[in-house]
């Protein structure tokens, strides 16, 4: 089966061999502009992975309400429910209900939850509305953001507020309760640009279920232009989520004692401050510094009269998850032909869930990043980095790509690359100590042995760009 895609590969290769010289005009032509995959502001066909561009006009039609939604019009990915109202996103199916091995931003703030490593979708305080732009990266991106892109990379980009003016709403309702609105104001002050929005969804769920939710949020986007050279985004965000949980049993009749139906309250919050300074040739340099918290209340009694010391058995299942982060990024063009990014960060990640682990657990990270790109001629592009990375857990770790881009001409694009990856074990999976006392008994649940290696992949592929009908039709198909 590999030989046969290989070979309709080279196929294609060869029947492009003949197409004719590219011309500056070529490179002038449309192409979606992605910056997730290198740190740089790059053509797709110049990009050093495969990549999905889900843009404003996609994200209008596709008549989603929710945003884990959106990414079933994402080759590979995978979109499910846990207990009905948690999505889960992942890629090539390889997931549990948590999705660790994804890593997911929301204008560069990472948001997946320490303890876990998953991301609750449910309580990101962003509408579908507030989405510009999503870049999905389809395979290892851990040389550009770290050890969760082991699989992959979802960046969200919300709308500028410089490009929005005056006020919107909308109010939709539907069978199974389904509720949703949202509000939104922009404008300006003279050198002050700003967004505000807030919105609620709600649905009954399914009927045998108790997946009922309630969410509203509230979010900020702002600029202020300092002065021709430096700027500064501010964004805050809140979100809280009421969801019904528990299992009734299939026939709506049987209540698991174990876990009885109830409700929980998600909560997230998020401050977000960002210098910008503008060099000359188009090269910037910014500092970004982040604060995120989410909490999950879940508390609730089961297993009434099993022991005669436990008339019910009290359960706090309830986490809390806080990071800091501060990173420092600088893009330099040494040439006309040659350009890079580098940088760094320092990240605190805190946790903690009664239920799962003891005190708190705090994981402190630092981590050093490069790419490069090359284009010695106008056909060939290279692309080259690499992030070393140091945290608490399981030490120094070193994730390389490098990637070959061949231009047949503005059209058609052929692409080799290598790269590898590596995902720490989360706070739970290193640190788990849940038991329950039952009586006289202590029973374990989870215990971790702790001292985990690293997970760890290594991956090749061959792909082809096209783009066709002035970028109405994009192709990115790889064989890894």
Known sequence: MFGWRLFLLLSIAASLANAADITENDYLAEMPVVLSASRLSQPLSDAPSSMTVIDREMIRASGYRNIADLFRLVPGFYVSDYNGHQPIV?????????????????DGRSVYMPPTGGVDWSVLPITVDDIEKIEVVRGPSAAAYGANSFLGVISITTKNPQTERGAAYSITRGDYGIGDGFFRYAGNEGRLNYRFATGYRSDSGFSLVNDTQRTGLVNLNGSYEIDPMDSLEFRAGYARSIQGLGNPGNTGLFVDPSDPPRNSTNSSDYEDLKWVRNLDGGDDLSLHFYHEFQRLYDTYSTLPGLFPG?????????????????????????????????????????????????????EPSQLLFWHGEWRPAKKVTFNAGGMLEHNSFTGSDFSPQIAVNYHFDAQNTLRASYSSAVRTPVMFEQKANMVYVLGPYVVPRFISPGNLLPERIRTGDFGYVGDFFASKLVVDARIY
């Open 310 to 362: 436990n008339a019910v058995y009290p359960i706090n299942a309830g986490i809390a998850g806080e990071r800091y982060h501060l990173e420092y990024q600088q893009s330099a063009s040494l040439s006309s032909s040659f350009r890079q990014v580098w940088g760094g960060s320092l990240r605190i990640d805190s946790s903690v869930a009664p239920l799962y682990m003891t005190g708190r657990m705090v």
């Open 90 to 106: 992942s890629y090539h199916g390889m997931s549990d209900q948590y999705s660790r091995r994804m890593q997911v931003l929301v």
